[in-house]
């Protein structure tokens, strides 16, 4: 099954390779905007969540989360959205 490439985004790791993410998710939270990510080539490792945030230059940039609630409750608040296409291990 072929990916939409438009759902695609890549980011930079930390040795500098270029890791394309599948857009799985937006979500407004506490009045933050985060996105769930699914690694194209490895999708058994599970979603990364980051905060979106809005450079200096206007786009649009991503950050970890550092608070544990927080990350837990937007990834409840996919796996919400989502119980009906995704099975879920706790």
Known sequence: MAKDESNIISLIDDNG???PFELMDIIEYEGDKFVILLPV???EEGVVILKAEEEEDGTE????IDDDETLDT?????????????TFGD
């Open 17 to 19: 390779n270029e890791v």
């Open 41 to 43: 080539e490895d999708a």
């Open 61 to 64: 940039g991503y950050v970890s």
């Open 74 to 86: 937007v990834f409840d608040m996919f796996k919400a959205r989502f119980s009906d296409t995704f």
